[in-house]
């Protein structure tokens, strides 16, 4: 089993930057890819950016591409999400999920950390 626990949301003004952070732990040498996804209030989760465990190759929703980079630290087994130049409509609970082949989705969701991000 592997386990994740995402950090590092809270409340910004527009314009300003967040890291989050997502820890794994257990089976992490299963992993194969792993992701950022958000849900706002009244709203689907949706995809934010997802990142192979073992390269480099990464993929971003249209709405944060040039804001958003997503980077992992394999010796750390922690996932990050950069934020910049922060959105009202940014703001949503941000979750990461891990995903086991090709062609599993994700899941293993952690407990999801507030982004806040006032205009």
């Known amino acids: 089993q592997v386990q994740l626990v995402e950090s590092g949301g809270g409340l910004v003004q527009t314009g300003e930057s967040l890291r989050l952070s997502c820890a794994a732990s257990?089976?992490?040498?299963?992993?194969?890819?792993v992701a950022w996804f958000r849900q706002a209030p009244g709203k689907e989760r949706e995809f934010v950016a997802s990142?192979?465990?073992?390269?480099?190759?990464?993929g971003y929703a249209d709405s944060v591409k040039g804001r958003f980079s997503i980077s992992r630290d394999n010796a750390k087994n922690t996932l990050y999400l950069q934020m910049n130049s922060l959105k009202p409509e940014d703001t949503a609970v941000y979750y990461c999920?891990?995903?086991?082949?090709?062609?599993?989705?994700?899941?293993?969701w952690g407990q999801g950390t507030q982004v806040t991000v006032s205009s």
């Open positions: 999920g891990a995903r086991f082949s090709e062609k599993t989705g994700y899941g293993n």
């Open positions: 257990g089976r992490t040498f299963s992993i194969y890819k």
């Open positions: 990142i192979y465990w073992s390269g480099s190759s990464t």
